[in-house]
């Protein structure tokens, strides 16, 4: 069953703190995976899209990681700031679908001044 | 360019009273899906159009829940009658292209939050 979990579900830190949330999957065959930021009240909006052979990709603050091996993802967010405090959902893409994403339940991240 | 309109934003009904959502997407997208997201979860998808088609309803509650695409521009999903599960927020998202690529990437609207009571 094709599935993805986050961790974890919440995270409070303190703005201008670093933090790394996690994504694993069991999405097959694989295709790509993306993270969304979703603000309170607002749609997702995509931040980075990683495909197979990628291993790193960038975003301004935001790193994200994939280790397509064991099926693991990081997004990681340098030198936080209260507009950071969103949830973070991990959507992996199956090969060959029409565009068919399973999306992670999200971490929900609060930055405090 | 603008993004992809939704209304209502809030939407408040008892439980058996009928709802229709509408959405506009950005314009020249060819894909349209309808999302269902309850609170704490990730979206779920309902359907998906491509054009005016349907490409994936798997997840669509038939008995209760419609969606169309006339003339494959807006749409609207329709839930006759609700139930007190369907308190959720439905997001529409479209994307570009006509072969529903894997790695196209999808643009949401704001969403449209609805109570059930």
């Known amino acids: 069953k094709n599935q993805v979990e986050q961790s974890p579900q919440s995270l409070i830190i303190l703005e201008g703190k670093n933090c790394t949330l996690q994504?694993?999957?069991?999405?097959?065959?694989?295709?790509?995976l993306r993270w969304y930021k979703q603000d309170t009240g607002r749609g997702p909006v995509s931040l980075t899209i990683?495909?197979?052979?990628?291993n790193t990709k960038s975003n301004g603050r935001y790193t994200a990681t994939l280790d397509a091996d064991t099926k693991q993802s990081s997004l990681h967010i340098t030198a936080s700031q209260l507009s950071d405090s969103a949830s973070y959902i991990c959507v992996v893409s199956a090969t060959g679908g029409y565009n068919k994403l399973i999306f992670g339940a999200g971490t929900r991240l609060a930055v405090h001044p | 360019e603008a993004g992809v309109a939704q209304s209502p934003r809030y939407k408040i009904i008892e439980k058996r009273q009928s709802v229709a959502f509408w959405c506009n997407p950005i314009s020249g997208h060819a894909t349209l899906y309808w999302y269902q997201q309850i609170l704490g979860q990730g979206p779920k998808l309902l359907i998906q159009f491509q054009n005016n088609g349907v490409v994936d309803d798997s997840q669509l509650p038939k008995d209760r829940f419609s969606a169309e695409r006339l003339k494959g521009v807006d749409s609207t999903l329709k839930i006759q009658p609700a139930k007190l599960e369907d308190s959720a927020v439905y997001l529409c998202?479209?994307?570009?292209?006509?072969?529903?690529?894997?790695?196209?990437?999808?643009?949401f609207g704001p969403g449209t939050r609805l109570l059930v009571l």
């Open positions: 990683m495909t197979f052979s990628e």
């Open positions: 994504c694993n999957y069991t999405v097959s065959p694989f295709s790509n």
């Open positions: 998202a479209s994307s570009l292209g006509t072969s529903g690529r894997d790695q196209e990437t999808q643009y």
